[in-house]
């Protein structure tokens, strides 16, 4: 196999960054080639010097003021600059950088009534003031967190993506602005917005935070993880856990029904649990092809035979600790880390036009749920014309969720994880399956420039159309394919949602109360996965449009979660510590947590993480006394008194008006958040005012709040310019209009169960 040649060799980029955000987007473009030199920003991440090694390994580094940037950026020839503040900046600094692409991170992102304001702010405060954190955790004690920052990963990725596309259009559109608030509310509150909205939910307070189950389950020897993803899901779980009886007791069909009926639920399935080893459940699940998988720590992962063998970890070139590797493949082939800093140039990339950047590709989009999704529909807001293949024996599981019940009319097109991640496209079913089918799909590959596709492994194998076919079909053709676990290993072909790869990579056992069962984050795992995968696209692009030549681009969905928990094998590795669980709490802030105010489910988060705010917080409470003790005059002494402290603040907390409460923190400089329903987050004044949702008529429906995408691209003030489409809305348009069938071939494909628009069985 020839050495792979990084599809963003020659690109240079600039890097000013503050937390792991702005870091992991220079970690990636330079992973796949880009010469990053860090600039400035915060002297450590706060998550340890390993961690800051493993991200700014590789990227060279020089010194400069904040104003001299573009200056630097000029001299030096820069074509991406990654620009991570703690808030907008002030002037006209943005406009000074040419015709570089200026990616901007900040808390409140450019615009907006909290933008430029100094608004203080945490990670934790954002995950609050987002919503998140109002589904998280037990409804007998406070919401919780999720412990691996997974916001701000997600965050990197998109800045990383966005730009990678950014380059490939004109010059106008080339500042993006990443707000962490609406990529937190984006990545972690699974579309309540629609769901809401679909079912005409009354705003009033109601308790989210509720288990799934089963979910993380105690094993014989560990733990282990389920998510059941379909009726059938639920039924064959039944009889693996030896409660055949229950097929017939229709409240044990429906979570509303077990979870009136938990206690007795959860100690069946923990009865059955407790006598089996990790892999012994997991291997007699995948035999009934439920989703399932360990739950991993910072140790056992490095032992896990599907990350061995396809060599995820390996130390860092000089160190002996190791770290995950670039999540994403070209070629067949894992981009490797070198400690040089400028890459050879690879080819020059074509000139692109004035318009969109990626305007004039043909995308077909057989990606289902939201990582699959996500990468269709940020193609289409940058411009490709995209078709979604369906079919109506195999809808898109998406569908399926947070819509009506299935007894209503056109039920199907109701779904709001369908409805949030699949706009700007157009929608064909084709069972293809079927002979006939598969021959209009291999038309349609045969025309299209990208093909992408997050299917088991077997799916398109099983009907000859794996890569060495496509690419015999149309030698340009770039495919992307996103399984859960990889195109190779031992777990190749066990099945994987965004759960699963959450309780595999380690993200469940960092999430969680202090002692207490490790915890789905319940989201993030998914925009992780959709963002790795359009970023690993976006670069092969550059370089495919400039060679004509086409690639194999693989991007799993378990190595984008597994990049999130790096801190955990990171400490193991380099330390031998095994990281746990610890609620609010966090090491590089000295008090942190979530209190109930007056009022029905009203919680205020606080983060207090230097002395400035230790003494605001305490002049504000009126614990002024605490002041004169010599234990609490650090860090460490804060922490080591959490607990006395989160009662202090709980009480002063308790007595007020949570709204009121935040007010004054945030008046003396304390970052405190409001924590918001994630129901209806489209209304928070902040988001709203930035037009982070979209009010769109959808038919069945109804008018729901679209989130598009948590970045902005100057010059573009929407990314929406179709509404999510119907099953089989375009199949006349494209099997007529494009393909040349006829009327009555149409009605034939019908007649048959080729196409159609609705559920086959509906």
């Given at each position: 196999?020839?050495?792979?040649?990084?599809?963003?060799?020659?690109?240079?980029?600039?890097?000013?960054?503050?937390?792991?955000?702005?870091?992991?987007?220079?970690?990636?473009?330079?992973?796949?080639?880009?010469?990053?030199?860090?600039?400035?920003?915060?002297?450590?991440?706060?998550?340890?010097?390993?961690?800051?090694?493993?991200?700014?390994?590789?990227?060279?580094?020089?010194?400069?003021?904040?104003?001299?940037?573009?200056?630097?950026?000029?001299?030096?020839?820069?074509?991406?600059?990654?620009?991570?503040?703690?808030?907008?900046?002030?002037?006209?600094?943005?406009?000074?950088?040419?015709?570089?692409?200026?990616?901007?991170?900040?808390?409140?992102?450019?615009?907006?009534?909290?933008?430029?304001?100094?608004?203080?702010?945490?990670?934790?405060?954002?995950?609050?003031?987002?919503?998140?954190?109002?589904?998280?955790?037990?409804?007998?004690?406070?919401?919780?967190?999720?412990?691996?920052?997974?916001?701000?990963?997600?965050?990197?990725?998109?800045?990383?993506?966005?730009?990678?596309?950014?380059?490939?259009?004109?010059?106008?559109?080339?500042?993006?602005?990443?707000?962490?608030?609406?990529?937190?509310?984006?990545?972690?509150?699974?579309?309540?917005?629609?769901?809401?909205?679909?079912?005409?939910?009354?705003?009033?307070?109601?308790?989210?935070?509720?288990?799934?189950?089963?979910?993380?389950?105690?094993?014989?020897?560990?733990?282990?993880?389920?998510?059941?993803?379909?009726?059938?899901?639920?039924?064959?779980?039944?009889?693996?856990?030896?409660?055949?009886?229950?097929?017939?007791?229709?409240?044990?069909?429906?979570?509303?029904?077990?979870?009136?009926?938990?206690?007795?639920?959860?100690?069946?399935?923990?009865?059955?649990?407790?006598?089996?080893?990790?892999?012994?459940?997991?291997?007699?699940?995948?035999?009934?092809?439920?989703?399932?998988?360990?739950?991993?720590?910072?140790?056992?992962?490095?032992?896990?035979?599907?990350?061995?063998?396809?060599?995820?970890?390996?130390?860092?070139?000089?160190?002996?600790?190791?770290?995950?590797?670039?999540?994403?493949?070209?070629?067949?082939?894992?981009?490797?880390?070198?400690?040089?800093?400028?890459?050879?140039?690879?080819?020059?990339?074509?000139?692109?036009?004035?318009?969109?950047?990626?305007?004039?590709?043909?995308?077909?989009?057989?990606?289902?749920?939201?990582?699959?999704?996500?990468?269709?529909?940020?193609?289409?807001?940058?411009?490709?014309?995209?078709?979604?293949?369906?079919?109506?024996?195999?809808?898109?599981?998406?569908?399926?969720?947070?819509?009506?019940?299935?007894?209503?009319?056109?039920?199907?097109?109701?779904?709001?994880?369908?409805?949030?991640?699949?706009?700007?496209?157009?929608?064909?079913?084709?069972?293809?399956?079927?002979?006939?089918?598969?021959?209009?799909?291999?038309?349609?590959?045969?025309?299209?420039?990208?093909?992408?596709?997050?299917?088991?492994?077997?799916?398109?194998?099983?009907?000859?159309?794996?890569?060495?076919?496509?690419?015999?079909?149309?030698?340009?053709?770039?495919?992307?394919?996103?399984?859960?676990?990889?195109?190779?290993?031992?777990?190749?072909?066990?099945?994987?949602?965004?759960?699963?790869?959450?309780?595999?990579?380690?993200?469940?056992?960092?999430?969680?109360?202090?002692?207490?069962?490790?915890?789905?984050?319940?989201?993030?795992?998914?925009?992780?996965?959709?963002?790795?995968?359009?970023?690993?696209?976006?670069?092969?692009?550059?370089?495919?449009?400039?060679?004509?030549?086409?690639?194999?681009?693989?991007?799993?969905?378990?190595?984008?979660?597994?990049?999130?928990?790096?801190?955990?094998?990171?400490?193991?590795?380099?330390?031998?510590?095994?990281?746990?669980?610890?609620?609010?709490?966090?090491?590089?802030?000295?008090?942190?947590?979530?209190?109930?105010?007056?009022?029905?489910?009203?919680?205020?988060?606080?983060?207090?993480?230097?002395?400035?705010?230790?003494?605001?917080?305490?002049?504000?409470?009126?614990?002024?006394?605490?002041a004169e003790d010599p234990q609490l005059g650090t860090r460490a002494g804060r922490q080591a008194r959490a607990e006395e402290l989160e009662k202090l603040v709980a009480g002063w907390v308790a007595d007020r008006d949570a709204a009121e409460a935040v007010e004054r923190l945030l008046a003396r400089g304390v970052p405190a958040a409001l924590l918001r329903d994630l129901r209806f987050v489209h209304t928070h004044?902040?988001?709203?005012?930035?037009?982070?949702?979209?009010?769109?008529?959808?038919?069945?429906?109804?008018?729901?709040?679209?989130?598009?995408?948590?970045?902005?691209?100057?010059?573009?003030?929407?990314?929406?310019?179709?509404?999510?489409?119907?099953?089989?809305?375009?199949?006349?348009?494209?099997?007529?209009?494009?393909?040349?069938?006829?009327?009555?071939?149409?009605?034939?494909?019908?007649?048959?169960?080729?196409?159609?628009?609705?559920?086959?069985?509906?």
């Amino acid at each position: 196999m020839p050495p792979l040649v990084a599809p963003l060799a020659g690109l240079r980029v600039l890097e000013w960054s503050d937390s792991i955000a702005g870091a992991y987007a220079g970690r990636l473009l330079r992973d796949v080639g880009a010469s990053v030199t860090r600039v400035g920003g915060a002297a450590s991440l706060g998550k340890g010097a390993e961690m800051d090694l493993f991200l700014h390994h590789g990227k060279d580094t020089a010194t400069a003021e904040l104003a001299e940037l573009p200056a630097l950026a000029a001299a030096r020839g820069v074509d991406v600059v990654v620009l991570e503040l703690p808030d907008a900046p002030v002037g006209e600094l943005l406009s000074r950088f040419g015709d570089a692409v200026v990616v901007v991170i900040t808390p409140w992102g450019l615009d907006g009534p909290w933008s430029g304001t100094g608004r203080p702010w945490s990670e934790f405060t954002l995950q609050v003031d987002s919503g998140s954190m109002s589904m998280r955790g037990s409804m007998a004690s406070h919401p919780i967190m999720t412990g691996s920052s997974e916001p701000l990963w997600v965050a990197g990725a998109m800045a990383a993506g966005a730009a990678t596309a950014a380059l490939q259009g004109g010059p106008q559109g080339r500042l993006i602005d990443v707000c962490l608030l609406e990529v937190t509310s984006y990545a972690m509150n699974l579309f309540q917005d629609i769901a809401a909205a679909v079912v005409k939910t009354p705003q009033e307070p109601f308790t989210h935070r509720v288990r799934l189950s089963p979910s993380v389950e105690p094993a014989a020897d560990g733990w282990v993880g389920f998510n059941l993803a379909s009726a059938q899901n639920h039924q064959d779980f039944l009889v693996l856990i030896e409660r055949p009886e229950w097929l017939a007791d229709e409240q044990m069909s429906t979570f509303i029904g077990r979870y009136l009926r938990y206690d007795e639920w959860t100690a069946a399935v923990r009865a059955w649990t407790v006598q089996h080893t990790v892999a012994e459940i997991v291997a007699l699940a995948g035999q009934f092809r439920i989703p399932c998988a360990p739950v991993h720590n910072g140790q056992t992962v490095l032992a896990d035979e599907q990350v061995v063998q396809r060599g995820f970890y390996a130390p860092l070139p000089g160190q002996t600790f190791l770290v995950p590797q670039p999540p994403m493949l070209f070629g067949g082939q894992r981009p490797a880390r070198s400690t040089d800093p400028a890459p050879a140039a690879g080819p020059a990339p074509v000139a692109m036009g004035s318009g969109a950047p990626f305007a004039g590709l043909r995308v077909l989009d057989l990606g289902t749920w939201w990582v699959g999704a996500y990468v269709g529909s940020t193609l289409g807001a940058f411009g490709a014309d995209v078709v979604k293949v369906e079919s109506t024996r195999r809808i898109d599981g998406s569908r399926t969720l947070g819509g009506v019940p299935q007894s209503q009319d056109h039920w199907w097109e109701c779904g709001n994880f369908y409805l949030g991640v699949n706009f700007d496209k157009r929608n064909v079913s084709i069972d293809f399956s079927h002979a006939e089918g598969r021959e209009l799909l291999v038309r349609l590959i045969s025309e299209a420039d990208v093909l992408i596709e997050n299917y088991a492994p077997r799916v398109l194998e099983s009907v000859g159309l794996d890569w060495e076919a496509v690419h015999a079909l149309n030698p340009r053709l770039v495919m992307l394919r996103m399984p859960a676990f990889g195109l190779s290993g031992p777990r190749r072909d066990m099945v994987g949602y965004a759960q699963t790869v959450e309780q595999f990579s380690g993200l469940c056992w960092r999430t969680g109360y202090p002692g207490g069962d490790p915890t789905n984050p319940q989201g993030p795992a998914d925009p992780m996965g959709g963002a790795s995968c359009f970023f690993a696209l976006a670069a092969a692009l550059r370089r495919s449009r400039a060679t004509g030549e086409g690639v194999l681009v693989e991007s799993a969905l378990a190595e984008g979660a597994l990049t999130m928990s790096a801190e955990q094998v990171i400490r193991w590795s380099a330390h031998q510590e095994l990281l746990e669980r610890r609620g609010n709490r966090a090491d590089d802030v000295d008090l942190q947590g979530i209190f109930a105010a007056r009022g029905e489910q009203r919680w205020v988060g606080v983060t207090v993480s230097s002395d400035v705010q230790w003494h605001a917080l305490l002049e504000v409470t009126g614990l002024t006394a605490l002041a004169e003790d010599p234990q609490l005059g650090t860090r460490a002494g804060r922490q080591a008194r959490a607990e006395e402290l989160e009662k202090l603040v709980a009480g002063w907390v308790a007595d007020r008006d949570a709204a009121e409460a935040v007010e004054r923190l945030l008046a003396r400089g304390v970052p405190a958040a409001l924590l918001r329903d994630l129901r209806f987050v489209h209304t928070h004044p902040h988001l709203a005012a930035r037009g982070s949702f979209e009010l769109t008529e959808v038919p069945h429906a109804g008018v729901v709040p679209l989130p598009t995408l948590p970045f902005r691209r100057a010059d573009q003030p929407s990314w929406l310019t179709r509404r999510p489409p119907l099953l089989g809305e375009h199949n006349e348009e494209i099997l007529t209009g494009e393909l040349g069938l006829g009327p009555t071939e149409l009605a034939r494909l019908a007649e048959l169960g080729v196409i159609g628009t609705a559920p086959h069985g509906s």
